[in-house]
């Protein structure tokens, strides 16, 4: 393919040479599509808990042990998904994790049986989880021969995705469609997108090595930092709506108007992410989008008035927007590890975050306070703007 002289900022911030492949566009829009399919099917999922809770009569405390199923079935899939695709291939491996997810979606709208229920949310999370591996590293290949940042972007598809699958599958359910009939409704688009990703999913195969190895030196560096922002995104996800309503005195009909700043600066943040890191570099892009969120959670917890607060929460959304972006690129660039270990390495120990720092704010907040829990979380994120100067170096 005829290639032509780019420029890329390095991680001092110094513009370098290098030398941009001219792609087709079709491996540009599967990376887009695979990024808008696990968007789109974890926000699906989302709107069916309260009918699975109605459909099996479990209490709170129950229901949170049904729903940590679907976080085991990823951590299981996740480290070994490189190496499946290095083996079998990626379209094949893409190609059973979406079977796997369209065959489950139905079964948690309409089952009732939590034995049942339990092995379909555990294999719809390893189809998620095997999903969300490959799709960034088909990103970070695709970027690399475009020669230039592409990163936030791609993430910014996954923004939109849980935008659009949340939207889309509450607004059938609220026209009287059955959980059943719109979530095949679902399946239907994620096939649609599957197949309109095919012909760009760039192929691999013939790999050898481990399945699994433990993430060591700057893969698990970068790992820990992608831990704490992927728990700042479930302390906003699952805690930003409690804190309004019992620290703010927001009604609880407009409590989630803090996820939703949150999410829609998120958003915003990443399309507009490419164009930010091209100019700024990584290491600039971390340490103040680090900076910028913990300056937000501060915001949050120690301005009184829920407009604050809510001002508070865009600004963790803009400053998370880009990191995890960033460091998935510096994976993909280091020489401690493999690329198709380092990478499943770095998403797993982010998604841990998201599953443990709900549980870790909750007893937190129990021992202190929830606003002590969030300004702990926000020291976490001004050692992540620390990260960024070691990345520069």
């Not at 799709?135 to 910014?156: D, I, K, T, W």
Request: glycine letters at 14%; one cysteine or more.
């Amino acid at each position: 393919m005829p290639s032509t002289p780019a420029t890329e900022t390095s991680a001092t911030g110094r513009p370098t040479e290098i030398m941009a492949i001219k792609i087709p566009a079709t491996e540009i829009l599967a990376t887009r599509l695979l990024f808008l399919i696990v968007g789109f099917g974890v926000a699906a999922w989302a709107p069916l808990v309260p009918f699975v809770k109605a459909r099996t009569g479990l209490d709170d405390g129950a229901l949170g042990l049904l729903l940590l199923a679907l976080g085991i079935g990823s951590l299981v899939a996740m480290p070994t998904a490189g190496a499946m695709a290095a083996r079998f291939g990626s379209r094949t491996v893409l190609a059973v994790a979406v079977a796997v997810i369209c065959a489950t979606l139905p079964v948690l709208a309409a089952v009732a049986d939590v034995a049942l229920l339990t092995a379909a949310l555990v294999l719809f999370g390893a189809g998620m989880g095997c999903l969300d591996c490959l799709m960034n590293l088909q990103a970070v290949a695709v970027e690399r021969r475009a020669g230039r940042p592409m990163m936030s972007g791609f993430h910014g598809l996954y923004s939109l995705g849980c935008i659009v699958g949340a939207a889309g599958v509450s607004a059938m359910l609220s026209l009287g469609l059955t959980p059943w009939s719109a979530t095949l409704v679902g399946v239907a688009c994620i096939v649609a997108a599957f197949v309109a990703a095919l012909p760009g999913i760039l192929p691999s195969g013939g790999g050898g090595g481990p399945a699994f190895a433990m993430p060591r030196g700057r893969v698990l560096f970068l790992g820990v930092l992608c831990f704490v922002v992927f728990l700042t995104e479930g302390s906003a996800l699952d805690w930003s709506a409690v804190f309004l309503v019992q620290e703010r005195g927001l009604p609880a009909a407009q409590a989630g108007l803090g996820y939703a700043a949150f999410s829609a600066t998120m958003t915003v943040g990443r399309l507009t992410g490419d164009a930010i890191v091209a100019r700024l570099g990584p290491a600039r892009v971390v340490a103040g989008g680090g900076a910028l969120a913990a300056l937000g959670l501060a915001v949050v917890t120690m301005v009184p008035g829920w407009p604050a607060a809510l001002a508070g929460y865009a600004l963790v959304g803009a400053g998370c927007a880009n990191i995890v972006p960033v460091l998935f690129t510096a994976a993909a660039r280091q020489r401690a590890m493999p690329e198709r270990l380092a990478i499943p390495a770095v998403t797993t120990l982010g998604y841990a975050g998201v599953l443990a720092g709900p549980a870790l704010i909750g007893v937190l907040a129990h021992a202190t306070s929830l606003a002590a829990a969030f300004l702990l979380v926000a020291v976490l994120l001004v050692g992540v703007a620390g990260g960024g100067r070691w990345l520069r170096a």
